[in-house]
């Protein structure tokens, strides 16, 4: 069942693929690794499960830019600004692909969505980029709290620090 009307469920699901994925990720206190990690696993899951699954997608999700922010107070925050979907292993497809992917399995719909020439990580794939909030917050004792911004609705360019390229 099909609906043209966004859906409350995908975004719940995005927000916890963002959750999921910052939970294992290196710190920030170690950027290399942290940017490596951030360009092989994608937010659907481990590639080894993903390449295992008995319908694998052709799409891949990844945080492309984020802004890191810890407070005084403990709080530490990361802003996902941009994000990366990887037409896995395969060549440029057309923009309606992309679009269509991101709206039935996040239920976002990115008002600007941008071809990139070169492929993605270690050959992964062509790629799109697009703009979208997610907010990962973690305080110091433990409380974990997320929230994701307006569908796909992301930072005017220039806003905040990037702390990946």
């Not at 069942?1 to 990720?25: E, H, I, N």
């Not at 696993?41 to 984020?66: H, I, K, N, W």
């Amino acid at each position: 069942m099909a609906s043209s009307s966004p859906r409350q469920p995908a975004d719940t699901s995005f927000q916890q693929a963002f959750t999921t994925l910052l939970s294992v990720a290196p710190g920030p206190v170690f950027p290399r690794a942290r940017q490596l990690y951030l360009r092989k696993y994608p937010l659907e899951g481990p590639p080894v499960q993903l390449d295992a699954a008995a319908f694998p997608s052709r799409f891949r999700t990844f945080l492309l830019q984020e802004e890191i922010q810890e407070g005084r107070d403990g709080l530490y925050r990361v802003r996902g600004h941009r994000f990366a979907v990887v037409h896995w292993q395969a060549p440029q497809t057309n923009p309606a692909d992309y679009l269509t992917f991101l709206q039935e399995r996040w239920g976002l719909q990115p008002d600007h969505l941008t071809l990139q020439q070169d492929s993605w990580f270690r050959n992964g794939g062509a790629w799109a980029c697009f703009n979208a909030t997610a907010v990962y917050e973690r305080q110091g004792g433990g409380e974990l709290r997320v929230s994701l911004g307006g569908r796909g609705a992301g930072p005017s360019p220039g806003a905040g620090q990037s702390a990946s390229s």
